[in-house]
C-alpha cells in the first residue's frame, strides 16, 4: 500500500504494493473521500476491484488498510493543472495495465459570502467558473487522460450529474443546477465517440441524498419524493457500480435517475 502527494513522492512501503492481475478490475473514483464518492469505493472494493482515487483531503485511515485500496492521490481537480498531475500519476501507476471504469463523481454546489446559491442575477462570475471547472471541465479532461487505459479495458465512464440539472431545483443554484445540465450532455456526447474504443459512457442522477451538502431544508422535499424518504449513498453507489460493470455491457449513453421519483414531478 503507498500514498501519492501532488509532487507524486510515494509514502510508504513499496514491497507491499499489491500487483495487478488481469482476473481483477481496476476503477479510478473521484471525490473519494465522503459521501457519495467514498460509498462508491467502498463498494468497489467489496466486489474485489482495485481501487485508485482522489479527492481534496486524504483518505480515511482505516481504508488504508485495505490491500485493493491501491492508490490515493489527493489533488484538487478544479485546478486544471492538478488534473494534468493526477492522470499522470494514475496513468504512470497503471502503466500498461488496462482501467477498466472511471467514475467522475468529484463536484461542488458553492454559495456566495451571504450564503446564498450562485443564482444567474447574484454571486460572482468567477465562481461559475470554478464551479464548471469541477464539475464539467474536469470530467471531460479526466476521460480523455484515462481513454487509452480504458480502451484497454474495454471499460465505462460513470458521471454523476443531478436531477438539479433537469428541474428547477428550490435549493440548488443556478451555477451547480447548469454545470449538471452540461455533464449531461457531455454524457451523451461522450457515449457516441468513446464507443469507437469499446467504451461505454452513462451517468447516474442523484436526487436528495443524505450527505454532507444536504442541509434542514431539506426535509420539507420528502413530500415530493413518491418512495417517502431521502435516500443514501450506497443508493448511488449501486447504480455507479452497475454502470461500470459488466451487468450492463450493452447500455451507453444512458442517465440513470436516482431520485426515489421525485423527477417524475
Same mark, same amino acid.
Given at each position: 500500500?503507498?500514498?501519492?502527494?501532488?509532487?507524486?513522492?510515494?509514502?510508504?512501503?513499496?514491497?507491499?504494493?499489491?500487483?495487478?492481475?488481469?482476473?481483477?478490475?481496476?476503477?479510478?473514483?473521484?471525490?473519494?473521500?465522503?459521501?457519495?464518492?467514498?460509498?462508491?469505493?467502498?463498494?468497489?472494493?467489496?466486489?474485489?476491484? !482495485?481501487?485508485?482515487?482522489?479527492?481534496?483531503?486524504?483518505?480515511?485511515?482505516?481504508?488504508?488498510?485495505?490491500?485493493?485500496?491501491?492508490?490515493?492521490?489527493?489533488?484538487?481537480?478544479?485546478?486544471?493543472?492538478?488534473?494534468?498531475?493526477?492522470?499522470?500519476?494514475?496513468?504512470?501507476?497503471?502503466?500498461?495495465?488496462?482501467?477498466?471504469?472511471?467514475?467522475?463523481?468529484?463536484?461542488?454546489?458553492? !454559495?456566495?459570502?451571504?450564503?446564498?446559491?450562485?443564482?444567474?442575477?447574484?454571486?460572482?462570475?468567477?465562481?461559475? !467558473?470554478?464551479?464548471?471547472?469541477?464539475?464539467?471541465?474536469?470530467?471531460?479532461?479526466?476521460?480523455?487522460?484515462?481513454?487509452?487505459?480504458?480502451?484497454?479495458? !474495454?471499460?465505462?465512464?460513470?458521471?454523476?450529474?443531478?436531477?438539479?440539472?433537469?428541474?428547477?431545483?428550490?435549493?440548488?443554484?443556478?451555477?451547480?443546477?447548469?454545470?449538471?445540465?452540461?455533464?449531461?450532455?457531455?454524457?451523451?456526447?461522450?457515449?457516441?465517440?468513446?464507443?469507437?474504443?469499446?467504451?461505454?459512457?452513462?451517468?447516474?442522477?442523484?436526487?436528495?441524498?443524505?450527505?454532507?451538502?444536504?442541509?434542514?431544508?431539506?426535509?420539507?422535499?420528502?413530500?415530493?419524493?413518491?418512495?417517502?424518504?431521502?435516500?443514501?449513498?450506497?443508493?448511488?453507489?449501486?447504480?455507479?457500480?452497475?454502470?461500470?460493470?459488466?451487468?450492463?455491457?450493452?447500455?451507453?449513453?444512458?442517465?440513470?435517475?436516482?431520485?426515489?421519483?421525485?423527477?417524475?414531478?
Amino acid at each position: 500500500m503507498f500514498w501519492i502527494d501532488q509532487s507524486w513522492k510515494v509514502v510508504g512501503d513499496w514491497p507491499n504494493v499489491p500487483i495487478m492481475t488481469e482476473e481483477q478490475k481496476t476503477v479510478v473514483v473521484t471525490g473519494a473521500s465522503r459521501g457519495i464518492g467514498h460509498q462508491t469505493a467502498r463498494l468497489f472494493l467489496e466486489r474485489g476491484w !482495485k481501487i485508485i482515487t482522489c479527492s481534496r483531503e486524504e483518505a480515511p485511515p482505516e481504508c488504508g488498510r485495505d490491500p485493493n485500496w491501491t492508490c490515493h492521490i489527493a489533488t484538487n481537480l478544479g485546478n486544471a493543472e492538478r488534473v494534468a498531475e493526477f492522470i499522470d500519476q494514475a496513468n504512470q501507476f497503471l502503466g500498461n495495465e488496462p482501467l477498466h471504469a472511471l467514475v467522475n463523481n468529484a463536484g461542488m454546489s458553492p !454559495k456566495t459570502p451571504y450564503k446564498e446559491r450562485l443564482g444567474c442575477l447574484n454571486g460572482d462570475l468567477d465562481a461559475w !467558473k470554478d464551479v464548471f471547472e469541477l464539475n464539467f471541465f474536469a470530467p471531460l479532461r479526466l476521460s480523455r487522460g484515462f481513454a487509452s487505459a480504458l480502451n484497454r479495458g !474495454k471499460g465505462a465512464i460513470v458521471n454523476v450529474t443531478s436531477i438539479a440539472g433537469h428541474i428547477i431545483h428550490p435549493f440548488a443554484g443556478s451555477a451547480y443546477s447548469i454545470s449538471k445540465t452540461a455533464l449531461s450532455g457531455l454524457t451523451r456526447e461522450m457515449a457516441n465517440e468513446f464507443a469507437e474504443l469499446g467504451v461505454r459512457v452513462n451517468a447516474v442522477a442523484p436526487g436528495e441524498i443524505e450527505t454532507d451538502m444536504i442541509q434542514p431544508e431539506y426535509e420539507a422535499l420528502i413530500p415530493r419524493i413518491p418512495l417517502g424518504h431521502m435516500g443514501t449513498s450506497g443508493d448511488v453507489a449501486k447504480s455507479i457500480y452497475y454502470l461500470a460493470s459488466d451487468e450492463s455491457s450493452y447500455v451507453t449513453g444512458t442517465e440513470v435517475w436516482v431520485t426515489g421519483g421525485q423527477h417524475m414531478f
